[in-house]
């Protein structure tokens, strides 16, 4: 597969100059020569063709780790969205400063005397807690 063409998007963005683990290795541009690694995952083989087709924008791979030697397959994989990148809490676990900004946002709220505002944004709104005594009145 060395020297296949890396399609993307109908266009040719580079072709193949390794395979190092589960990623392709990809050089791009004429003088300024940079390489990226893509995971086999997005590339589909076309043996007839000598090339490889991705299925993600070629901005994806440009905007990709690039690759000078090694390949830190934890950062290609974070890039594309193949790792799991979230942070898992021990169960119970309640972040205190989250709590107290909360509190202290709901502290700063005013209360309404009653008074509820109409979450929407166009037409007239009636206040229908006096519905139930046969009385309408617009709110404006």
């Known amino acids: 597969m060395q020297g296949y063409d890396v399609v993307a998007e109908e266009k040719v963005i580079g072709h193949v100059v390794d395979k190092i683990g589960g990623n392709y290795i990809v050089e791009q541009g004429l003088l300024r020569k940079t390489k990226h690694a893509v995971p086999e995952e997005f590339a589909h083989v076309d043996e007839a063709g000598e090339r490889i087709v991705l299925t993600i924008p070629s901005e994806l791979v440009a905007d990709s780790p690039k690759v000078n030697g090694d390949v830190d397959e934890d950062a290609v994989a974070a890039h594309y969205g193949l ?43 009636y206040d229908d807690t006096v519905v139930e005594r046969g009385e309408r009145t617009e709110r404006g």
């Open 83 to 125: 790792a799991d990148t979230t942070v898992d809490e021990p169960p119970g676990f309640v972040d205190s400063e989250v709590v107290e900004r909360r509190v202290d946002a709901r502290e700063e709220v005013e209360p309404t005397d009653g008074v509820r505002e109409s979450p929407a944004l166009l037409g007239d709104r």
